[in-house]
């Protein structure tokens, strides 16, 4: 059996991406960072972990993986990680049915903020964080 123990985000600002990545999930440290290495918790102790690390990447767009983040508000969650120096990104051949918002983080790794208000996952999670 395997689970998802950690997702990894290459960064080049260690200390300003725990910021922004700590605030937009309400992730935690799970111990003290290294000089080049972090890695983030769920608060609440439940879900993957997120690992930054400091090692020079090329970025390539599209990205070959990205996150996609559910929200139950998606234009309240969208305007809260602008806010944390997130912007959405443009693109000029959405389709008309698309349910999903591309971000970059301050750094230009993208993320897709899902419009999840239906979701019947919210009853688990409500129940696993009560």
């Known amino acids: 059996m395997l689970i998802v123990g950690s997702i990894v985000i290459r960064v080049e600002d260690l200390a300003a991406q725990i910021g922004f990545w700590t605030r937009a999930l309400d992730y935690v440290l799970r111990e003290p960072p290294e000089d080049d290495f972090a890695l983030l918790q769920p608060r609440t102790g439940q879900g993957p972990n997120v690992s930054l690390d400091a090692v020079p990447s090329l970025r390539v767009l ?69």
Do not use: K
């Open 62 to 130: 599209p990205p070959r993986i990205h996150l996609d983040l559910y929200a139950e508000d998606q234009a309240a969650e969208v305007r809260r990680l602008a806010d944390l120096g997130a912007r959405e990104v443009e693109w000029s051949r959405r389709p008309a049915d698309a349910d999903y918002v591309i971000m970059e983080d301050p750094e230009g790794n993208r993320f897709c903020v899902v419009d999840a208000a239906g979701w019947s996952g919210w009853a688990r999670i409500s129940t696993q964080t009560s």
